[in-house]
């Protein structure tokens, strides 16, 4: 699930996505794997990501937290 916010709107309530464009006002959590928060972004609350894009300007009154992986979701092999 991907989720486009234009610079003018509000979204109250907790975002989940697997990738996040935020430009416009929050006050809930976030929690996405991809995130971009674009210059014009106002969040209130705490932001969970795997990736994170931060555009200087942007303004975030919140906890940040980098998403660990589970072991299910981790691959590993070995080489000989």
Known sequence: VALVQGEKSTVTGAIRAESARLSGT???SIEA???VI???ARIHGD???D???IEQGAQVDG???HRVKS???TSLSLVS
Do not use: D, M, Q, R
Request: aromatic share 10%; net charge negative; no cysteine.
């Open 38 to 40: 674009l210059k014009t």
């Open 51 to 53: 990736s994170l894009t």
């Open 33 to 35: 794997g991809e995130l």
């Open 71 to 73: 072991a299910e979701e």
């Open 63 to 65: 906890k940040f937290s």
């Open 26 to 28: 929050i006050h809930g």
């Open 47 to 49: 932001v969970s990501y």
